[in-house]
Structure formats: structure tokens, C-alpha cells
């Protein structure tokens, strides 16, 4: 049979189908080979740092941060290493229910509270379970094997010394980043620098390959302080029972080397554990030495003193009757415990007289009052670099009329730290010299400006044995004595303000003493604010403290005791000389 003429002129169907398939894989193909051009080619680049930023990443490498130690290389805070557990929500949530369970347990909260968060940041790459975990917290936590979570080093602040010294050498965020006290201030030198690292990751997030560092981690230096750990300690745990034992609101010590002005204790209360924050108060954080301005009473008297016999506007023999009391101006009636009778300087320190203080501050004047009171570093900022530090307050003399020279001279109008008044006894003890404080050893620790003199020696030696009678039987601060050592010292008992004006029902007892006398070794200041049960006087509240931290301070730093008096038989007094 023959079959039909193909009449259209077209190819055959089965030809023509071939063609069109064909042409069908020639375009495909020469469309692969276009974009395979161009991607591997032309848009190359782009693409491999596309590629990079999702698969290959460069993350941070935590830092060691340097430790803190006192004079003799006691660790006052450290870094140890913890883990951080992070998470990717989204890949957690697929997790298995018991994984879940157990994973909620050993993070310390419920399995509901756990999913609730979980699903608060699903959208989120990146969620922190917990951080700062031990290594062996962290080990349980990653036998689990659970989905999208992940470990990351980090490191955990640790305080040995505690309360005795939280708000002096300060705290860290939990960032590792100083935020008060010396770790702020020496922030730079603790902290280091951390490194780069470069790594591979898994769709999830997962690290699956570690392709070296970028920049090793570089920890940070340790950082020296003057302070005595063993001191630091002693000081703190006397002025807490000092200020429990009289209900007072707060209270800070201060004890250092008058020769070189290295500070060896600085302890404020109330404290906080630096180790546990939940529950720090906010009156607490204060390191009252360097921050708390306060008005000093009768322990200005001394540097008072001072001027007036450098100055020679005042001599030992010239003599005053105080009466009790002395109306200076219809403004203002100058009132003594007491009639004192006839004083000299040294009962005028002996008795702590307000009345014999303004004498001598007006026979001086305004100008040289407050010229005095600056020379002896008052109402300036110490040579140490402390957060928060002030300066306290001593108005220009061109404002201050006879009322405000008279209660000057006895400590009202004027505000200081206890640093200040500190140092200022320190020149005292250091034969005229007043040192530049220093609570940093090394480079850290410069001073701004170098000691100098403020009074001569003679003036100052003067000075310590007029203030041994203070703490001598008749004086103001006869519990501030010591069996082994001769003591030189003064009692400030000032009111505290209340609504603007001085109260008689609040106030601030104050001692501040050196020894041994002759030739202090050390000077110690105790300052308890508000004492409510028994005595509030600086020689009552006060001056046992002193007492309780020179006795051990100067048994740890060994210092000889004071030569003691012998009596015409032979027989030794009770009196130390020295």
C-alpha cells in the first residue's frame, strides 16, 4: 500500500521534533554555560564573600584580665575560667522533650520558663542560656548533646579579700570590663586584649572547624597596690564592729606610712561581697576615705595649731581664760564642755576648747587660716587616682567673716575627705613633710605632685608632743593608748546637718593618731557617722578602734616599742616616752 504524499512542505514530524529538542538543549546549555561564566567569573568575588560571611566567621577571644594583689602578692581579685552557653532558639526548640527537661534542671529553671524564652527569640541566631558557668556546670550541660547549643571560654571575676575591701578595689560587669573602685581606674592595664579567631560554621551556627587564630589573645597585667591585705582586714572588721556596737549609719579608716605616703588600709562600712550582687545596697558602694566630704570638728585643730607656731602668731607660753563660753557676736556664742579656766596650746588640744581654737584662728586671721588649711592639702583632690575622689570644700577666705574664721578654726564651714585629714596628720608625723599619697605601685601609681614641706621640723615635733597629752590621762582620748607605744593623736566629735542646719541629736566621732610619737611609723584615722547607742564622742567611739588596728598593725609591721621612763628607783613607769 503506498502511503500519502506529504503535501505542506514542512520535515517530516519525527524530524521535526528532533530539531526542536535539539535547539532546546543547545539554548539550555549555552544558558548554563552563561551563568557558570558569570558566576565563577564575573561574580566571583561577591559570591566567595557571601559564602565567607555565612560559613566562615572571625570571633572574639576573650583575654585573660590581670590580677589585683596587695604589697606582698596577695591575690585581691582574680580571673577564672567559666563558660558561656548560647544558643540558637530556633534549633533548641526541635530538641527532644526529656533533652529539654534535663537541660531546664541543670540550668536551674523550669522546662515551660525554658521554651517561653526560647520562643521569645526563635527568630534570633544568638541567645545566651547562661553565662559564667563553671567548667564542670558547663561539662553537664554538654554531655546533653542538645541541638543549637553551643559553649563559648570566658572568664569570672573572684574577690579573696571580700568585704574588707569591695568598694576600694571595685568591680567588673559582667562584660569583664572595670566599672569602679581599681578596676576601673587601672582598667586599661588589667584588661588586656583579646584576640581574633578564624572558624567555620554549619548552617545552624555550629563550628565545625577552626581555621587558626587571626590575632592570639594577649592577657593583661597584674596591677600592685601599696595596701596590706592583712591590715586592709584587721581595719574593716574593727570599724564594722564599731559601728554595729554603737548603731551608727557608716564609718571609714584609713591607715598609711607617713614617711612615703603609702597607704596600707582603706576600709569603708557598710560593705557589700563583691562575690554574690544580689543584694548589694546602694550606700554600700561608697569608699567613704576618698569620697565622703564631711565636716572634721576638733580634729582640724591640729594643722590649726600648727600654723599659728610656724607662723609664730601664737606662742606655747601665751595664755587665755575661756569662762565656758564666749559670745562673740549676736550671731554666734562659742561654747567648751565645760570652764577649761586659763589654756595654753596644749590644754587647748588636751581639752579639744572650741573657745581657745577660734582665739588663736582669729589672732591669725581669714587669709592665713585658710592658707594653712590649703598648704596642708585640704580642699584638693589627693595624689591618688581613685573614682569618684573629691575635694571637699574650702571657701576662698574673701567670703568668710569673723564667724566663719572662728568656727573654721575648730572645724565647721570647712568639709574634707578622710584621705585629706589622713594626710594632713601625715605631715605631722612626718617631721613637716607632707607626703604625696600612693596606693598604686610602679608606673600606675605616679603621683602629680611630689611631697613637700609644710611646717618645719621643730614645729612638727612640737606638734607630736602636744598631742601625746591628748591621749594621756586628763585628755580626750585616753582609750586610744597602747601598752607598748607612745601615742600622739586628736578627737573631733562633730553635729551632723540635718534640714540645713547643725542638730545636736546626730553626730560624727572622729579619731586620728600616730605612733610610735617620737617617730611615727604609722597613721591611722577612724570616722563612724551617726552613732545612736551609747557615746557618740570621737574619744569614746572612735579611738578604741585606733586602738584594736595599731596594736596589730604595728606587731605585723614590726615596730620596735617606744623606750619606756624609768623612775629614780629603777622601776618602770607606766608612761612610754617615745
Keep these: 500500500m503506498n502511503q500519502p504524499r506529504n503535501t505542506t512542505g514542512l520535515p517530516a514530524p519525527g524530524r521535526w521534533r528532533t530539531a526542536a529538542v535539539f535547539l532546546l538543549f543547545v539554548a539550555a546549555a549555552g544558558g548554563l554555560a552563561g551563568r557558570a561564566f558569570f558566576l565563577q ?43 558561656t552557653v548560647w544558643a540558637v532558639p530556633s534549633a533548641l526548640l526541635k530538641a527532644k522533650p526529656t533533652t529539654l527537661t534535663q537541660l531546664a534542671k541543670r540550668l536551674k529553671t523550669s522546662r515551660s520558663d525554658l521554651k517561653k524564652r526560647l520562643k521569645a527569640h526563635q527568630d534570633s541566631q544568638f541567645y545566651y542560656l547562661k553565662r559564667q558557668l563553671s567548667p564542670f556546670k558547663a561539662s553537664r550541660i554538654r554531655k546533653l548533646k542538645a541541638p543549637g547549643v553551643f559553649f563559648k571560654r570566658a572568664y569570672k571575676r573572684f574577690y579573696p579579700a571580700g568585704p574588707a575591701a569591695a568598694q576600694l578595689v571595685g568591680l567588673t560587669d559582667i562584660d569583664g570590663k572595670g566599672v569602679s573602685g581599681i578596676e576601673l581606674s587601672a582598667n586599661q592595664t588589667l584588661a588586656g586584649k583579646p584576640g581574633k579567631r578564624h572558624v567555620i560554621t554549619n548552617r545552624p551556627g ?53 614617711q612615703n605616703g603609702h597607704l596600707l588600709a582603706l ?94 584662728g582669729l589672732t591669725m586671721g581669714a587669709k592665713r587660716v585658710w592658707q594653712d588649711y590649703r598648704q596642708f592639702g585640704l580642699g584638693q583632690t589627693t595624689d591618688i587616682n581613685f573614682p569618684g575622689q573629691r575635694a571637699g570644700t574650702l571657701r576662698p577666705f574673701t567670703k568668710w567673716n569673723r564667724t566663719d574664721t572662728a568656727t573654721a578654726s575648730y572645724g565647721y564651714g570647712v568639709g574634707v575627705t578622710p584621705l585629706q585629714l589622713a594626710r ?105 557617722n551617726n552613732p545612736t547607742r551609747g557615746s557618740y564622742f570621737g574619744g569614746t567611739v572612735a579611738a578604741p578602734v585606733f586602738k584594736r588596728v595599731m596594736r596589730e598593725a604595728l606587731h605585723i609591721m614590726g615596730v620596735p616599742p617606744s623606750p619606756v621612763k624609768l623612775a629614780a628607783s629603777g622601776r618602770k613607769t607606766v608612761e612610754v616616752s617615745g
Excluded at 560571611?53 to 604589697?71: E, F, K, L
Excluded at 559670745?327 to 573657745?355: F, M, P, Q, V
Design 424 to 528: 594632713a596628720y601625715a605631715a605631722i608625723a612626718n617631721n613637716g613633710i607632707l607626703p604625696s599619697l600612693k596606693l598604686i605601685e610602679g608606673q600606675g601609681g605616679r603621683t602629680r605632685a611630689p611631697a613637700h614641706r609644710v611646717i618645719s621640723r621643730q614645729t612638727a615635733m612640737t606638734m607630736r608632743r602636744l598631742l601625746k597629752g591628748v591621749v594621756q590621762p586628763g585628755g580626750t582620748a585616753v582609750r586610744a593608748q597602747l601598752a607598748h607605744y607612745a601615742v600622739a593623736g586628736k578627737t573631733g566629735t562633730a553635729r551632723l546637718v540635718r534640714n540645713g542646719k547643725h542638730t545636736k541629736k546626730a553626730h560624727r566621732a572622729i579619731f586620728v593618731g600616730m605612733a610610735p610619737a617620737a617617730n611615727p611609723a604609722l597613721v591611722t584615722l577612724v570616722m563612724v
Design 267 to 360: 576600709a569603708s562600712v557598710p560593705s557589700f561581697n563583691p562575690n554574690n550582687r544580689s543584694s548589694i545596697a546602694p550606700a554600700a558602694l561608697h569608699m567613704r576615705p576618698a569620697t565622703e566630704v564631711m565636716e572634721p570638728g576638733s580634729s582640724i585643730k591640729p594643722i590649726l595649731i600648727s600654723g599659728a607656731l610656724q607662723h609664730n602668731l601664737w606662742s606655747l607660753s601665751k595664755r587665755i581664760h575661756t569662762h565656758g563660753y564666749w559670745r562673740l557676736n549676736s550671731h554666734l556664742t562659742i561654747r567648751d564642755d565645760e570652764n577649761y579656766g586659763t589654756e595654753g596650746l596644749a590644754r587647748i588640744l588636751k581639752k579639744s576648747s572650741n573657745i581657745g581654737a577660734a582665739h588663736v
Design 41 to 83: 567569573i564575573l561574580d566571583h568575588g561577591v559570591l566567595t564573600k557571601r559564602a565567607q560571611s555565612q560559613y566562615m566567621h572571625t570571633i572574639s577571644v576573650p583575654a585573660n584580665r590581670g590580677a589585683i594583689v596587695d604589697r606582698n602578692g596577695r591575690p585581691l581579685a582574680l580571673s577564672a575560667p567559666t563558660q
Design 206 to 258: 555550629q563550628v565545625v572547624d577552626e581555621l587558626g587564630y587571626l590575632t592570639s589573645p594577649q592577657s593583661g597585667h597584674s596591677v600592685k597596690l601599696t595596701l596590706d591585705e592583712r591590715l586592709q582586714t584587721i581595719g574593716y572588721q574593727a570599724l564594722k564592729q564599731a559601728v554595729a556596737k554603737h548603731q551608727a549609719t557608716s564609718g571609714a579608716l584609713v591607715v598609711l606610712n607617713p
